[in-house]
């Protein structure tokens, strides 16, 4: 068992910032290939971005890249997502996810999800 949970989201302008954080517990965080998804109103969850256990590795969606960052500390078993220049687009509730067998965008090869943090940018 593995508990994911989100913090660092709010009310942001367009062109601003946020960092947002993934807390986890419960089994060993390095052995986790960690992931970020998004989910608006309306619409599928879809994919954002995505780490390998080491941090070695990272893909991005083609609409964040360049403006989002995806990052972990092994350490304090935490995962993170900065995101820079923000528009009302990415407006969504935000997850993070665990999978212990893959590095992809699939939503169905993750195993464990957080409850999600919103992020709302306003223009």
């Known amino acids: 068992q593995v508990q994911l949970v989100e913090s660092g989201g709010g009310l942001v302008q367009a062109g601003g910032s946020l960092r947002l954080s993934c807390q986890a517990s419960?089994?060993?965080?390095?052995?986790?290939?960690m992931a970020w998804f998004r989910q608006a109103p309306g619409k599928e969850r879809e994919f954002v971005a995505v780490?390998?256990?080491?941090?070695?590795?990272?893909y991005f969606v083609d609409s964040v890249q360049g403006r989002f960052a995806i990052s972990r500390d092994n350490a304090k078993n935490t995962m993170y997502l900065q995101m820079n220049s923000l528009r009302p687009e990415d407006t969504a509730v935000y997850y993070c996810?665990?999978?212990?067998?893959?590095?992809?965008?699939?939503?169905?090869?993750?195993?464990?999800w957080g409850q999600g943090t919103q992020v709302t940018v306003s223009s």
């Open positions: 996810a665990a999978s212990g067998d893959y590095y992809n965008v699939n939503r169905r090869e993750y195993e464990y």
């Open positions: 419960g089994r060993t965080f390095s052995n986790y290939n």
């Open positions: 780490i390998s256990r080491a941090g070695s590795r990272t």
